[in-house]
């Protein structure tokens, strides 16, 4: 029994075995090129936008996106790890510190949106009348109805913390809800029981229809202001490196921002994203 245990205990902590486990898989593949290349992001896949320029690039440079959803924290592990080509990130100090540390190059600004405090129109810790995201922070804390957090290490979790910080709150107790889940699920918990929510504005625009118990309540802080960057990995680190880094270039083109600055207008009547030329006026 003992060597039983024994060897059990072998295969579940030996390293090959722990990285079967956790290898992540493709969500989607774009485009039916030669060229393979692969991106680890969030919401950008998740709402739809990673498929347009995906498909686009595919076409143009006979190339093919797999395209793996993650987190900003989970998609920058992933890229130091040389576990994808590329990232598309909202966490600007993380990306300047990998940048800073070598195991990424062409920091390159491809857009924006920001984040929005939504929650039940009753709005019962009274957030809507905050001046600064930090008193709707600290008014949520003080009201104590439900708040929802990924949790997660994402762009969306680490800009949360930020301002818990600078409101000099660390939240606890049965108000504060951690999902552990990425934002559609997150915001749809939200409408479900019926608490507070820092969402991004694409997210908002491509569900608030899907969650009609829910209202902005707080936005415009240049605080929420979301800035996206991509990032690739050094020349020859990964097979697909030179076609990624080909890939950011195609979207920091004209014709890459056309697809950025008009996505969603048909669907939804307004973009769900801003161009890199708006969002270099957020690029601190």
């Known amino acids: 029994m003992r060597k039983l245990l024994a060897l059990f205990a072998f295969f579940v902590t030996a390293p090959g075995f722990a990285l079967a486990q956790e290898a992540p898989k493709v969500t989607e593949t774009y485009g039916s090129g030669p060229k393979v290349f692969s991106l680890a992001t969030g919401s950008p896949g998740e709402l739809g936008l990673l498929k347009q320029l995906g ?11 797999q395209w793996y959803k993650a987190g900003t924290g989970q998609s920058l592990d992933m890229l130091k790890a040389k576990k994808v080509d590329m990232v598309m990130v909202h966490a600007p100090a993380k990306v300047d510190q990998a940048v800073k540390e070598g195991w990424a190059i062409k920091k390159t600004l491809i857009g924006s949106n920001e984040f929005f405090i939504v929650g039940p129109a009753s709005d019962p810790s009274g957030i809507s009348k905050a001046k600064t995201a930090v008193q709707a922070y600290q008014d949520a804390a003080t009201g104590k109805a439900p708040f929802f957090s990924r949790g997660d290490n994402s762009g969306t ?12 709150i660390e939240p606890s107790g049965p108000w504060y809800i951690v999902t552990k889940d990425f934002m559609t699920a997150t915001l749809k918990r939200a409408e479900t029981e019926q608490g507070y929510f820092m969402t991004d504005s694409s997210t908002w625009v491509a569900e608030k229809n899907n969650t009609p118990k829910l209202k902005v309540l707080f936005s415009g802080d240049k605080m929420l202001v979301n800035t996206y960057h991509a990032l690739a990995q050094p020349e020859g680190a990964t097979p697909g490196a030179e076609t990624a880094s080909a890939f950011i270039d195609f979207v920091a083109s004209e014709e890459g921002q056309n697809i950025i600055r008009s996505f969603g207008k ?16 957020y690029d601190d």
Do not use: P, V
Request: glycine content about 10%; charged content about 25%; aromatic content about 12%.
């Open 266 to 281: 048909a669907q939804y009547g307004e973009s769900l994203y801003n161009d890199a030329a708006y969002a270099k006026k």
């Open 55 to 65: 498909e686009a690039f595919g076409k143009k440079a006979g190339a093919s996106m």
């Open 157 to 168: 979790h680490q800009k949360e913390m930020a301002i818990w910080k600078a409101a000099g």
